[in-house]
């Protein structure tokens, strides 16, 4: 589910589900994982490149996986999902979000753990959960919340509207908006300036940028786990979920 690369010094990693519009489901978190460790130990790659297949980056988690989960399974779900997430996060090298299309949910989360977030004209982000009966679960309350201001973090967490590229980029979600047919070679552009770069200190520079940003961040992660289990097994979100796998309306939430 996932296709990697290397071009010189600058790895490029493809999220490869685009039947699902490369919706994350727990194997490919697994397998999120695996790479991104094989990756931190090639002390050839001075810069990562994030990217997904066809016209999504990730659409989000597998709702069809996710319908059904008990409260322990949501938890066991939501660590699942920091433990990949906080590896992308954590690698040395910088790491670039090329957001070629949909970063819906878990999407959005999954690019919050790049350094620098180019985005596509045709680029989309959201938090759409609460929608969905649940709070976001990979980071999105806490991440998003670290990049942008207070104001328009909780406005698309306690909304779930879709923002486009353009919005994106005025709130400082990301760096820069591109053409479509000009985003990989902009990232790639970008991933081999930084790689010409002394390697100790770009590390360094990165270490030192994220230390305030990183402080009681586990922490943080760990009682938003806690908070997406909850939602689980409530009848807003098993009637929604199953709504959404099913295409059907969904009913009016109820508060149960």
Same mark, same amino acid.
């Given at each position: 589910?996932?296709?990697?690369?290397?071009?010189?010094?600058?790895?490029?990693?493809?999220?490869?589900?685009?039947?699902?519009?490369?919706?994350?489901?727990?194997?490919?978190?697994?397998?999120?994982?695996?790479?991104?460790?094989?990756?931190?130990?090639?002390?050839?790659?001075?810069?990562?490149?994030?990217?997904?297949?066809?016209?999504?980056?990730? /659409?989000?988690?597998? *709702?069809?996986?996710?319908?059904?989960? @008990?409260? =322990? $399974?949501?938890? &066991?779900? +939501?660590?699942?999902?920091?433990?990949?997430?906080?590896?992308?996060?954590?690698?040395?090298?910088?790491?670039?979000?090329?957001?070629?299309?949909?970063?819906?949910?878990?999407?959005?989360?999954?690019?919050?753990?790049?350094?620098?977030?180019?985005?596509?004209?045709?680029?989309?982000?959201?938090?759409?959960?609460?929608?969905?009966?649940?709070?976001?679960?990979?980071?999105?309350?806490?991440?998003?919340?670290?990049?942008?201001?207070?104001?328009? /973090?909780?406005?698309? *967490?306690?909304?779930?509207?879709?923002? @486009?590229? =353009? $919005?994106?980029? &005025?709130? +400082?979600?990301?760096?820069?908006?591109?053409?479509?047919?000009?985003?990989?070679?902009?990232?790639?552009?970008?991933?081999?300036?930084?790689?010409?770069?002394?390697?100790?200190?770009?590390?360094?520079?990165?270490?030192?940028?994220?230390?305030?940003?990183?402080?009681?961040?586990?922490?943080?992660?760990?009682?938003?786990?806690?908070?997406?289990?909850?939602?689980?097994?409530?009848?807003?979100?098993?009637?929604?979920?199953?709504?959404?796998?099913?295409?059907?309306?969904?009913?009016?939430?109820?508060?149960?």
């Amino acid at each position: 589910m996932l296709l990697y690369e290397k071009k010189g010094a600058v790895g490029i990693l493809t999220v490869n589900r685009p039947e699902a519009l490369n919706a994350i489901n727990s194997a490919l978190l697994d397998e999120l994982y695996d790479k991104v460790s094989e990756i931190a130990a090639d002390e050839s790659v001075r810069c990562l490149i994030l990217t997904g297949s066809g016209k999504a980056f990730v /659409a989000g988690a597998d *709702i069809g996986e996710m319908k059904d989960l @008990s409260k =322990q $399974e949501g938890y &066991e779900f +939501g660590m699942r999902g920091h433990r990949s997430f906080t590896a992308v996060e954590n690698l040395e090298i910088p790491v670039i979000a090329a957001v070629n299309g949909y970063a819906l949910g878990g999407g959005c989360e999954l690019a919050l753990c790049a350094d620098i977030r180019i985005a596509s004209e045709r680029a989309k982000f959201a938090q759409p959960e609460v929608g969905l009966g649940i709070t976001p679960g990979f980071g999105g309350t806490q991440r998003l919340i670290r990049t942008v201001n207070r104001a328009k /973090a909780m406005e698309m *967490i306690l909304t779930a509207r879709t923002v @486009s590229a =353009q $919005e994106a980029l &005025e709130m +400082g979600l990301v760096s820069r908006v591109v053409p479509g047919e000009e985003l990989m070679n902009t990232a790639l552009a970008l991933a081999e300036s930084i790689a010409a770069n002394a390697p100790v200190a770009v590390r360094n520079a990165k270490a030192a940028v994220r230390r305030s940003y990183a402080r009681e961040l586990n922490e943080d992660l760990e009682a938003e786990a806690k908070l997406f289990a909850d939602c689980f097994e409530t009848e807003d979100q098993r009637m929604a979920m199953t709504a959404f796998v099913n295409k059907t309306p969904k009913t009016e939430f109820k508060g149960k």
